[in-house]
């Protein structure tokens, strides 16, 4: 390829993608919040009274402190557990989470039952394999169903 191509192909690609550097990350830093997952639209509606369109009625999940405060969850493949079970969104909830600087929107790291009995670490088990998982699915290893796991939290 001719010098002359080179430049031209270098000059389309960063026209069309920007320029070649690296995007600083994001910072973020760890919190901790309690409260219950439920869906945003939902609770908005119970707290305003403005109704939200059928569609949006189980999109988004959010942390409702006991303040009410929604504090929305980004959904991946922790959270999206408390879309699959609806066990977890039945539970006081302790979560640590990465709050992003520039988004109200918290990733959970780490998910705590908070019941009667004490403090449980939550997730996912299979006995058979003996591997833990964040979510309600059959097993990576073995394909059986895994089952919740609540392990008392020091």
């Given amino acids: 390829m001719k010098p002359t191509r080179i430049a031209t192909v270098v ?3 960063s026209a069309c993608c920007g320029p070649l550097r690296a995007e600083p ?3 973020f ?3 901790t919040i309690r409260g219950r ?3 945003f639209a939902e609770a908005m509606e119970r707290q305003t009274g ?10 988004i999940l959010a942390l409702q402190t006991a303040n009410s405060e929604l504090i929305p969850l980004l959904e991946d493949v922790r959270a999206r557990a408390f879309r699959r079970d ?4 039945n539970m006081e909830v302790e979560l640590l989470v990465r709050r992003y600087s520039g988004s109200p929107v918290v990733q959970i790291i780490r998910v705590f039952e908070i019941a009667k009995d004490g403090k ?5 088990w299979c006995q058979i394999c003996a591997i833990a998982m964040f979510e309600q699915k059959d097993c990576e290893c073995c394909q059986e169903p895994n089952e919740l796991r609540r392990r008392k939290a020091e």
């Fill in 37 to 39: 997952v439920v869906y």
């Fill in 120 to 124: 449980f670490e939550i997730d996912y």
């Fill in 29 to 31: 830093k760890l919190d």
């Fill in 11 to 13: 000059l389309l690609v």
């Fill in 86 to 89: 609806e066990r977890l969104r």
């Fill in 50 to 59: 403005v109704p939200s369109v059928a569609e949006a009625k189980d999109r």
């Fill in 25 to 27: 990350p994001l910072t």
